[in-house]
């Protein structure tokens, strides 16, 4: 084992690792201001400097490797005095520049000021003078009186996010960091994904919402985002049962270096400002009025009860809608099904009409995102990512960059086209011909193995989709190593949604409702009949609402527009709207029941790489809320049928009991012991 | 519905190819021909998003590096105080006289060129012949390494290209030499340029001429045209004029790798050195036109006694260049500058122009020789002298120094870029060298990412030990 000496201890040396890194390894705490998540080190703030053996001056530890017999020093009185110093020089330019920073008060610049006992810069008589603190942006906040010009905002939008915000503006001792053009935040290219904040060390860039002292003593938990099929890895950071702040984990394999869009960075925020329902709420007259639990759900069971006395159990149906895990879908249909016994059960997932046949296939996408970093082609058929799936967006311009070819195609043109070597707006694939000049023919030629396919839902029709399918395997594309498709659907879980059964034509396992053998080991299990036949899909039930074909509906974080909902949901006899907060479908509803947040819940969630991945409770739900399973739970209960579900990973046990091909070998144990998740087929899972 | 993919097929099929990460386009050049000699003073938002998209680089990009460098942004504050070339002929004080007195002749250049080409492995002999040379190792040493043994590194580094800088140490006021030389000698520096690509095995050689100079270019061709009829270019090797955009950082060399990939010209971070991966990330060799101008000789005489052309800066009353060996004393090169009399108005030498060391009388006798040199520790950042006149007082001359620094630093690195002017706050307010200016200008020493922030504090601290606040000379 080869071995350098950090402090005198030894310390082993990693491939890669720099000097920072490895300190930090074994413990040793050094400033490093200025250091990026991003692959290339910027080595401009100087105050990780170390003193390293046989180099005639300190070297910056963030940017200079650990080698082999290197004898390290990084708390010599020379360096602390050093650091003292260079705070100090920075602290007394502020008299002498609108340059310098004259208004650090947060981040680790403050915490370092104080720990080496630097006063902080005076307010400066020309203060009024210093550039005005931006607050034109929705998520961000800038103070250029505070910025201390490290660029490392910049880096990390560049390298990272991969869009370019931010400019410097000026050489030597006027050099300054600023949104591009010196224009207010808000009219750049920003796309909110929040990555610059966390790396910026003088807060001069915080959250403009729920900013909040560094001092409080947090709780953090790792979890992943389930608002869309990429399935972020986050740190939830919460005190005083609040999140105060989401971070992207910066090992994830779904969004490497940490990155997250607007959505899942600023979940929280718009959930503690919304007018969330907190407490169960039943209507009286033009009005709601809050109960309790036990009445709420009383209401509920009697009108059930006399719903389905009345015009028989097909007359109830529910609507699973993107908020839910796996395990709450799973049980939103077993009650529709079992409990109740209509057949009229659908999510939002089936609302992609091109996707929704092949992902509920055999074997829906056969790629990883990890493998966009090796492609050398990458072909975005019906996606717009930026707008629907940003982090990808980032991943597939790092692999531009690194040299992977780019195909668009797509009806517009969209912002990835402008990095694409080929835009192609005719979603029929070109005919296959070996000798053609068409560029789009000649890059899918050249690049046969390598390709990854990202499948998008602009795609239109399943017979485009059929159509670029069968051209890509006629190339023997998607058998190639390193190659593959990826599904994306539109909303989170997509296929965890798919996966556990809430769709009107499919029972848990996808296994069609007619396939009799199947339907009978699921009675078998659950212990009851279920209904032979299909049920309306989820437009279909909204068209029996209005008919009156439905008496009674059950949505469950699903949200229909606002005339849709007062064309379709104003003459049911009971409707059950389980959700964050009113919307429109509330405005109709005969119950309101509070629900949890995906940060309020534990539960899973599978990303379109087929990742099985486990979701968190990071805080409590407030007040009354829960989270659907357990609703159900008692529901069911109170309409004689007792499940015996205690938590989340009971009722996970059952749903890879029915979809073992997929499941199998994957518990909620495992997923907590593998924070990256698991992905199907799982290894060890048949055996 | 396709449920039967993904089928194993029966095409053949290449494993998948290795990715290339794509070139950045080179921001700078193209802003060059997109401005044509405008600057951007006046381009509204409209303008610049035409600019950055006409480039292909995102508008932030585009922007950054225009605002680095004169010719786009307009300013003149960088190296326009720095004094021109005096029209005097360079003088001489070593014997016989090398680069000066003879013509700018390549003949004998060229033929040895010729007989390399036609040995079985002309770098592999070329390196022989170069590690040979006697006394080159001890006297072209840069970032503690001799000149062979840089190139040979540059060499031996795999890589699909290598690249052959030659720079004229534009930035170092007093360096005049590589101007002098691509005007009088332009035949010489392209040969040497020529046995460096063998050598390393280059295919594309820079020449970086300040664009103040811009005379130089047709010269510099005449003379490339001429060696490729003398058959004498190597395979593949193409010389291209790089006119700068702008003065570059103290003439750190790093930073000029980033102005000739068309980026911003900030220093970079060593290692890795150049000769691992200096342009687009390709080994490369860089030095100046001295190194290569001279080359030629050393092959033939097979040593190198130290010859230098040294700029000698006003106030010397006779400034200009001179060439000198490594014998030559401080002392002598400033009586010849000063003329025997002037040489006791002077306190010190400044060794590097306006940064590097401060030479005091009593070290005056010690020859230009590196190794000498640094172990009577006078650390030279270059080679161009300018005197410190008995009696100058210490604040003025201080103030200039960190001037010059303000206006030369690139500003990637926060000691570099506020540390100068945090010194003449400290200076402003007490007008003496108070503790707290010295740990400043330690500090700043100290902890600067490249060689230009480590260099300039250094004569400030030495006049500091030497004479504290007293003006120049006083005991
Ligand atoms: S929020 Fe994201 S896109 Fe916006 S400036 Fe920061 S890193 Fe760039
Ligand atoms: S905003 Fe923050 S990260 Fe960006 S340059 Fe200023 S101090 Fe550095
Ligand atoms: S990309 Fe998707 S998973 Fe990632 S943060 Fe955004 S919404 Fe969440
Ligand atoms: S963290 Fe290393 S230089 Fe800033």
């Given at each position: 084992?080869?071995?350098?000496?950090?402090?005198?201890?030894?310390?082993?040396?990693?491939?890669?690792?720099?000097?920072?890194?490895?300190?930090?390894?074994?413990?040793?705490?050094?400033?490093?201001?200025?250091?990026?998540?991003?692959?290339?080190?910027?080595?401009?703030?100087?105050?990780?400097?170390?003193?390293?053996?046989?180099?005639?001056?300190?070297?910056?530890?963030?940017?200079?490797?650990?080698?082999?017999?290197?004898?390290?020093?990084?708390?010599?009185?020379?360096?602390?005095?050093?650091?003292?110093?260079?705070?100090?020089?920075?602290?007394?330019?502020?008299?002498?520049?609108?340059?310098?920073?004259?208004?650090?008060?947060?981040?680790?610049?403050?915490?370092?000021?104080?720990?080496?006992?630097?006063?902080?810069?005076?307010?400066?008589?020309?203060?009024?003078?210093?550039?005005?603190?931006?607050?034109?942006?929705?998520?961000?906040?800038?103070?250029?009186?505070?910025?201390?010009?490290?660029?490392?905002?910049?880096?990390?939008?560049?390298?990272?996010?991969?869009?370019?915000?931010?400019?410097?503006?000026?050489?030597?001792?006027?050099?300054?960091?600023?949104?591009?053009?010196?224009?207010?935040?808000?009219?750049?290219?920003?796309?909110?994904?929040?990555?610059?904040?966390?790396?910026?060390?003088?807060?001069?860039?915080?959250?403009?919402?729920?900013?909040?002292?560094?001092?409080?003593?947090?709780?953090?938990?790792?979890?992943?985002?389930?608002?869309?099929?990429?399935?972020?890895?986050?740190?939830?950071?919460?005190?005083?049962?609040?999140?105060?702040?989401?971070?992207?984990?910066?090992?994830?394999?779904?969004?490497?270096?940490?990155?997250?869009?607007?959505?899942?960075?600023?979940?929280?925020?718009?959930?503690?400002?919304?007018?969330?329902?907190?407490?169960?709420?039943?209507?009286?007259?033009?009005?709601?009025?809050?109960?309790?639990?036990?009445?709420?759900?009383?209401?509920?069971?009697?009108?059930?009860?006399?719903?389905?006395?009345?015009?028989?159990?097909?007359?109830?149906?529910?609507?699973?809608?993107?908020?839910?895990?796996?395990?709450?879908?799973?049980?939103?249909?077993?009650?529709?099904?079992?409990?109740?016994?209509?057949?009229?059960?659908?999510?939002?997932?089936?609302?992609?009409?091109?996707?929704?046949?092949?992902?509920?296939?055999?074997?829906?996408?056969?790629?990883?995102?990890?493998?966009?970093?090796?492609?050398?082609?990458?072909?975005?058929?019906?996606?717009?990512?930026?707008?629907?799936?940003?982090?990808?967006?980032?991943?597939?311009?790092?692999?531009?960059?690194?040299?992977?070819?780019?195909?668009?195609?797509?009806?517009?043109?969209?912002?990835?086209?402008?990095?694409?070597?080929?835009?192609?707006?005719?979603?029929?694939?070109?005919?296959?011909?070996?000798?053609?000049?068409?560029?789009?023919?000649?890059?899918?030629?050249?690049?046969?193995?390598?390709?990854?396919?990202?499948?998008?839902?602009?795609?239109?029709?399943?017979?485009?989709?059929?159509?670029?399918?069968?051209?890509?395997?006629?190339?023997?594309?998607?058998?190639?190593?390193?190659?593959?498709?990826?599904?994306?659907?539109?909303?989170?879980?997509?296929?965890?949604?798919?996966?556990?059964?809430?769709?009107?034509?499919?029972?848990?396992?996808?296994?069609?409702?007619?396939?009799?053998?199947?339907?009978?080991?699921?009675?078998?299990?659950?212990?009851?009949?279920?209904?032979?036949?299909?049920?309306?899909?989820?437009?279909?039930?909204?068209?029996?609402?209005?008919?009156?074909?439905?008496?009674?509906?059950?949505?469950?974080?699903?949200?229909?527009?606002?005339?849709?909902?007062?064309?379709?949901?104003?003459?049911?006899?009971?409707?059950?709207?389980?959700?964050?907060?009113?919307?429109?479908?509330?405005?109709?509803?005969?119950?309101?029941?509070?629900?949890?947040?995906?940060?309020?819940?534990?539960?899973?969630?599978?990303?379109?790489?087929?990742?099985?991945?486990?979701?968190?409770?990071?805080?409590?739900?407030?007040?009354?809320?829960?989270?659907?399973?357990?609703?159900?739970?008692?529901?069911?209960?109170?309409?004689?049928?007792?499940?015996?579900?205690?938590?989340?990973?009971?009722?996970?046990?059952?749903?890879?009991?029915?979809?073992?091909?997929?499941?199998?070998?994957?518990?909620?144990?495992?997923?907590?012991?593998?924070?990256?998740?698991?992905?199907?087929?799982?290894?060890?899972?048949?055996? | 519905?396709?449920?039967?993919?993904?089928?194993?097929?029966?095409?053949?099929?290449?494993?998948?190819?290795?990715?290339?990460?794509?070139?950045?386009?080179?921001?700078?050049?193209?802003?060059?021909?997109?401005?044509?000699?405008?600057?951007?003073?006046?381009?509204?938002?409209?303008?610049?998003?035409?600019?950055?998209?006409?480039?292909?680089?995102?508008?932030?990009?585009?922007?950054?590096?225009?605002?680095?460098?004169?010719?786009?942004?307009?300013?003149?504050?960088?190296?326009?105080?720095?004094?021109?070339?005096p029209?005097a002929?360079?003088r001489?004080l070593?014997?016989?006289?090398?680069?000066?007195?003879?013509?700018?002749?390549?003949?004998?250049?060229?033929?040895?060129?010729?007989?390399?080409?036609?040995?079985?492995?002309?770098?592999?002999?070329?390196?022989?012949?170069?590690?040979?040379?006697?006394?080159?190792?001890?006297?072209?040493?840069?970032?503690?390494?001799?000149?062979?043994?840089?190139?040979?590194?540059?060499?031996?580094?795999?890589?699909?290209?290598?690249?052959?800088?030659?720079?004229?140490?534009?930035?170092?006021?007093?360096?005049?030499?590589?101007?002098?030389?691509?005007?009088?000698?332009?035949?010489?520096?392209?040969?040497?340029?020529?046995?460096?690509?063998?050598?390393?095995?280059?295919?594309?050689?820079?020449?970086?001429?300040?664009?103040?100079?811009?005379?130089?270019?047709?010269?510099?061709?005449?003379?490339?045209?001429?060696?490729?009829?003398?058959?004498?270019?190597?395979?593949?090797?193409?010389?291209?004029?790089?006119?700068?955009?702008?003065?570059?950082?103290?003439?750190?060399?790093?930073?000029?790798?980033?102005?000739?990939?068309?980026?911003?010209?900030?220093?970079?971070?060593?290692?890795?050195?150049?000769?691992?991966?200096?342009?687009?990330?390709?080994?490369?060799?860089?030095?100046?036109?001295?190194?290569?101008?001279?080359?030629?000789?050393?092959?033939?005489?097979?040593?190198?006694?130290?010859?230098?052309?040294?700029?000698l800066l006003p106030p010397f009353a006779q400034p200009g260049?001179v060439?000198i060996?490594?014998?030559v004393t401080l002392r002598q090169v400033a009586s010849d500058a000063a003329g025997a009399d002037g040489l006791s108005s002077i306190a010190a030498l400044t060794?590097?122009?306006?940064?590097?060391?401060l030479a005091f009388p009593e070290k005056w006798d010690?020859?230009?020789?590196?190794?000498?040199?640094?172990?009577?520790?006078?650390?030279?950042?270059?080679?161009?002298l300018s005197p410190v006149p008995q009696g100058q007082?210490?604040?003025?001359?201080?103030?200039?120094?960190?001037?010059?620094?303000?206006?030369?630093?690139?500003?990637?690195?926060?000691?570099?870029?506020?540390?100068?002017?945090?010194?003449?706050?400290?200076?402003?307010?007490?007008?003496?060298?108070?503790?707290?200016?010295?740990?400043?200008?330690?500090?700043?020493?100290?902890?600067?990412?490249?060689?230009?922030?480590?260099?300039?504090?250094?004569?400030?601290?030495?006049?500091?030990?030497?004479?504290?606040?007293?003006p120049a000379g006083a005991s």
């Amino acid at each position: 084992m080869k071995t350098a000496h950090i402090n005198s201890r030894p310390v082993e040396i990693r491939p890669g690792e720099t000097i920072l890194a490895a300190a930090q390894r074994i413990g040793i705490d050094l400033p490093a201001p200025c250091r990026t998540p991003g692959p290339e080190p910027l080595e401009s703030c100087r105050l990780c400097v170390v003193q390293v053996n046989g180099q005639p001056f300190p070297v910056a530890a963030c940017g200079t490797m650990l080698e082999a017999g290197m004898d390290v020093q990084t708390h010599h009185v020379a360096v602390e005095r050093w650091r003292t110093s260079l705070l100090r020089i920075v602290a007394e330019s502020a008299a002498r520049t609108d340059h310098a920073p004259s208004r650090v008060r947060d981040g680790v610049w403050s915490e370092l000021l104080s720990h080496y006992g630097v006063t902080p810069p005076a307010p400066q008589r020309n203060d009024l003078s210093k550039p005005e603190r931006d607050t034109s942006h929705s998520w961000l906040r800038f103070d250029p009186a505070a910025c201390i010009s490290c660029g490392a905002c910049l880096t990390t939008c560049e390298t990272v996010a991969h869009q370019h915000v931010w400019e410097i503006a000026g050489r030597g001792p006027r050099r300054r960091i600023q949104p591009v053009g010196g224009r207010p935040l808000a009219l750049t290219p920003c796309t909110a994904c929040g990555a610059c904040i966390d790396p910026c060390p003088t807060g001069a860039l915080v959250e403009r919402h729920g900013h909040h002292p560094a001092e409080e003593p947090r709780r953090s938990v790792e979890s992943v985002c389930g608002l869309c099929p990429v399935g972020c890895g986050l740190r939830i950071e919460s005190a005083d049962g609040e999140v105060r702040r989401v971070s992207g984990l910066v090992h994830s394999p779904t969004n490497p270096g940490g990155l997250l869009c607007k959505r899942g960075k600023f979940a929280h925020v718009a959930h503690q400002n919304w007018d969330r329902i907190t407490q169960p709420m039943l209507r009286r007259g033009a009005g709601f009025c809050k109960v309790s639990w036990d009445e709420a759900l009383d209401f509920i069971a009697k009108r059930l009860s006399a719903l389905v006395h009345a015009h028989g159990p097909a007359a109830f149906g529910a609507i699973a809608g993107a908020g839910l895990s796996t395990e709450s879908a799973y049980l939103l249909q077993k009650f529709t099904r079992s409990v109740i016994g209509s057949p009229h059960i659908d999510s939002v997932a089936h609302t992609d009409p091109a996707l929704d046949p092949v992902c509920r296939a055999a074997f829906p996408g056969t790629a990883s995102f990890a493998d966009l970093d090796r492609a050398t082609c990458i072909v975005v058929l019906g996606a717009d990512l930026d707008e629907s799936h940003p982090v990808l967006a980032a991943r597939v311009r790092q692999a531009v960059a690194d040299g992977a070819a780019l195909i668009v195609v797509h009806p517009r043109r969209i912002a990835l086209s402008k990095s694409a070597d080929c835009h192609h707006s005719d979603l029929t694939p070109p005919p296959p011909d070996d000798s053609s000049d068409d560029p789009l023919c000649r890059l899918l030629l050249t690049h046969r193995s390598g390709t990854v396919c990202l499948v998008g839902s602009d795609i239109a029709t399943p017979e485009h989709l059929s159509g670029w399918m069968s051209r890509l395997n006629g190339l023997g594309t998607s058998a190639l190593p390193g190659a593959g498709l990826i599904f994306l659907g539109g909303v989170g879980n997509h296929q965890g949604l798919l996966l556990s059964g809430a769709l009107a034509d499919s029972l848990p396992g996808h296994v069609p409702v007619s396939d009799s053998q199947a339907r009978a080991r699921i009675e078998d299990l659950w212990g009851r009949c279920l209904p032979v036949e299909s049920g309306l899909p989820l437009t279909g039930m909204l068209v029996g609402a209005r008919d009156g074909r439905l008496r009674g509906l059950w949505l469950a974080g699903y949200e229909p527009d606002r005339v849709t909902a007062d064309a379709t949901l104003a003459g049911l006899d009971l409707l059950v709207v389980h959700d964050l907060i009113y919307q429109n479908a509330s405005r109709h509803a005969h119950v309101l029941l509070p629900a949890a947040s995906l940060h309020e819940q534990t539960g899973t969630a599978i990303n379109a790489e087929r990742r099985v991945q486990l979701l968190r409770a990071a805080v409590p739900p407030p007040d009354e809320a829960r989270p659907d399973w357990a609703v159900l739970t008692v529901l069911a209960r109170r309409l004689g049928v007792e499940w015996p579900y205690l938590d989340p990973a009971e009722i996970f046990a059952e749903l890879a009991l029915l979809a073992p091909d997929r499941l199998a070998g994957i518990t909620h144990r495992r997923l907590d012991e593998q924070p990256e998740g698991i992905q199907w087929p799982c290894p060890g899972g048949n055996a | 519905m396709p449920n039967d993919f993904p089928t194993a097929s029966a095409v053949p099929c290449p494993a998948p190819a290795a990715r290339e990460p794509r070139p950045a386009p080179a921001i700078a050049h193209r802003l060059r021909q997109e401005l044509r000699g405008q600057t951007t003073a006046r381009l509204s938002d409209g303008d610049w998003a035409q600019l950055a998209a006409s480039i292909g680089a995102p508008e932030a990009q585009v922007r950054t590096v225009a605002a680095f460098f004169e010719e786009f942004s307009g300013t003149t504050a960088h190296g326009a105080h720095f004094p021109s070339r005096p029209d005097a002929p360079p003088r001489s004080l070593t014997t016989p006289p090398q680069l000066i007195a003879t013509a700018d002749d390549t003949t004998s250049a060229f033929s040895l060129l010729k007989t390399l080409a036609t040995t079985e492995n002309p770098a592999a002999t070329l390196a022989g012949r170069l590690s040979a040379i006697e006394g080159l190792a001890r006297h072209r040493i840069k970032a503690g390494r001799g000149l062979s043994s840089r190139w040979a590194e540059a060499a031996a580094t795999p890589a699909a290209e290598r690249f052959v800088i030659c720079h004229t140490d534009a930035g170092n006021p007093g360096s005049w030499s590589g101007e002098w030389l691509l005007e009088h000698r332009p035949g010489l520096v392209i040969a040497g340029m020529c046995f460096a690509a063998l050598a390393i095995g280059a295919g594309e050689g820079v020449i970086c001429v300040d664009r103040s100079h811009l005379s130089l270019i047709s010269r510099l061709r005449t003379a490339t045209e001429q060696a490729r009829a003398a058959g004498v270019l190597p395979d593949d090797f193409e010389i291209s004029v790089f006119p700068t955009f702008g003065s570059p950082v103290g003439g750190e060399e790093t930073a000029l790798l980033n102005a000739i990939e068309g980026r911003v010209g900030e220093a970079r971070s060593r290692p890795p050195e150049p000769e691992v991966a200096g342009i687009f990330g390709k080994p490369t060799v860089v030095e100046s036109a001295e190194i290569f101008a001279r080359l030629p000789g050393w092959l033939r005489s097979g040593r190198d006694d130290g010859q230098r052309l040294i700029g000698l800066l006003p106030p010397f009353a006779q400034p200009g260049l001179v060439e000198i060996d490594a014998t030559v004393t401080l002392r002598q090169v400033a009586s010849d500058a000063a003329g025997a009399d002037g040489l006791s108005s002077i306190a010190a030498l400044t060794v590097g122009g306006r940064f590097g060391s401060l030479a005091f009388p009593e070290k005056w006798d010690t020859p230009l020789d590196l190794e000498t040199l640094r172990k009577a520790r006078i650390e030279p950042a270059n080679f161009s002298l300018s005197p410190v006149p008995q009696g100058q007082p210490f604040s003025d001359w201080a103030r200039d120094q960190l001037n010059f620094a303000m206006s030369e630093t690139c500003g990637r690195c926060l000691p570099c870029r506020l540390g100068p002017l945090a010194a003449l706050g400290e200076l402003d307010a007490s007008g003496e060298p108070t503790h707290r200016l010295r740990e400043i200008l330690d500090t700043v020493a100290a902890t600067s990412l490249c060689g230009f922030g480590r260099d300039f504090p250094r004569p400030i601290l030495q006049w500091i030990e030497r004479w504290r606040h007293q003006p120049a000379g006083a005991s």
